[in-house]
């Protein structure tokens, strides 16, 4: 199990999650960033300072944003647009920054209004 970013990341990005991240495994990709699931330990550090509360237990994520839990997991497990080869598991993000790339569907989410 793991911990997942959903929506409200998107066109957000606060970043304040990444510095609470043990593990150093929460990942920036354009529009949001990623959780590695299988470098996860479920401290929960991360979700407490997120400031639009994007992040949820996978078991908890709120309606409409299970497509979510997938899409942290494709952000590494696929190749995508603009990315050659999967990220995997890399050990943390060793400080690599924006990544500049997003899931097919990150890319094309349309938020939903407020
Ligand atoms: Fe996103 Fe919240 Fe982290 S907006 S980058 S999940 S602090
Ligand atoms: Fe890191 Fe949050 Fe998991 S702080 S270890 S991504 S619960």
Redesign the pocket.
């Known amino acids: 199990m793991t911990f997942v970013?959903g929506a409200?990341?998107v066109d957000?990005?606060?970043?304040?999650?990444?510095e609470e991240c043990p593990m150093d495994c929460i990942f920036i990709g354009n529009r949001?960033?990623y959780i590695q699931p299988d470098e996860c330990t479920d401290c929960g550090a991360c979700e407490p300072?997120?400031?639009?509360e994007?992040?949820y237990y996978e078991d908890d994520m709120p309606p409409g944003q299970e497509q979510f839990v997938a899409e942290n997991a494709r952000f590494f497990d696929e190749p995508l647009p603009g990315r050659t080869a999967p990220l995997g598991h890399p050990g943390g993000t060793r400080g690599a920054g924006a990544l500049g790339v997003d899931t097919p569907y990150v890319q094309e989410y349309q938020p939903l209004s407020q």
């Open positions: 970013i409200a990341c957000v990005l606060d970043r304040a999650c990444i949001m960033a300072v997120c400031p639009v994007a992040i």
